[in-house]
């Protein structure tokens, strides 16, 4: 049945594809046919990295878990749930991931190659920012679940998950990392090369506020939740931490160990950015996604 699906729906692909190039409208569209394209291009691109990200992570998490369940060899957690299964899993979906990726990703490098202004188009800029904002939430969020459930160790008061039950979240963050200083570096790269249009750097502007406002809340929350212990600890007492006040102190200072730096770096370039009187400054202060942050 996967076999004569794989077929059918390959031969489907490849008839549509060829249709276009027939058409002369593959890569040469302008206006909203070429929004549409590139929305395509978006679509396969990033589903393709997701995956592939996800495969990944599944398939690292195979020889964390075993390392991970020496420490505590009575839980063979890895062995009750089929770890051949979850490595063929991960195995499969970051090479059928990875294929879709690079084959979309050859074909829009080719059609920046033959057309410069294409790499400067904001679907384009999203389709790049966009994965640099999955690879950093690979690697920011499952920090975040570390750091907490290792302070909570700390302060006595485990989670009650095994310690194996970690590798989860550790093999997401290589991943991120080596994607995320990929993603970055073409960002950069195409930047550089081809300049910003007024799109581009809407787009630009889009990633940096969406990624300091992020930051900015896991801050505020984190704080919160440690005033919150500092009050209690005033104005109720008791001695030390009990089990509720360890879970706070871990979610709190989790939350400000990761939220403070990615909000103080993004607003920090943004602001920069926004200071002085120049055309560029005032396009800064009077766009659309700096008044969405601010209010």
């Keep these: 049945y996967r076999l004569v699906m794989l077929i059918i729906s390959g031969g489907l ?57 020496r420490f505590d060899p009575s839980r063979l957690t890895v062995g009750n749930i089929g770890w051949a299964q979850m490595a063929a899993s991960g195995a499969a979906a970051l090479l059928v991931g990875l294929l879709i990726w690079r084959l979309n990703w050859q ?34 969020t499952p920090a975040a679940m570390l750091l907490s459930d290792l302070l909570r160790r700390l302060f006595g008061y485990p989670s009650g998950a095994m310690l194996a039950d970690i590798a989860e979240p550790l093999s997401f963050i290589p991943l991120g990392l080596i994607a995320w200083r990929w993603h970055w570096g073409q960002v950069q790269t195409e930047a550089a090369r081809y300049g910003d249009s007024p799109e581009s750097a809407n787009v630009r502007r889009l990633y940096y506020y969406l990624v300091a406002a992020i930051g900015l809340v896991l801050f505020w929350i984190g704080l919160v939740d440690l ?27 989790s939350l400000l160990t990761v939220g403070a730096p990615v909000w103080v770096i993004h607003w920090r370039t943004v602001q920069r950015a926004a ?21």
């Design 13 to 69: 692909g490849w008839f549509l594809i060829g249709q276009l190039q027939a058409d002369h409208d593959a890569g040469h569209e302008s206006g909203r046919a070429g929004t549409v394209r590139r929305l395509f291009q978006n679509i396969v691109g990033l589903g393709g990295f997701s995956v592939a990200l996800f495969g990944g992570a599944s398939l690292l998490q195979v020889p964390l878990r075993l390392g991970l369940e």
């Design 107 to 140: 074909a829009w490098d080719k059609l920046i190659e033959a057309r410069g202004d294409e790499a400067a188009t904001a679907l384009r800029r999203f389709s790049l920012y966009a994965a640099t904002l999955i690879s950093a939430a690979a690697v920011v």
């Design 275 to 295: 200071e002085g009187e120049g055309p560029a400054s005032q396009a800064e202060r009077r766009s659309g996604p700096r008044r969405a942050y601010l209010y």
């Design 227 to 253: 005033l919150r212990l500092l009050l209690d600890w005033l104005f109720v007492g008791g001695q030390g931490l009990d089990e509720f006040r360890a879970g706070q102190a871990a979610n709190g200072l």
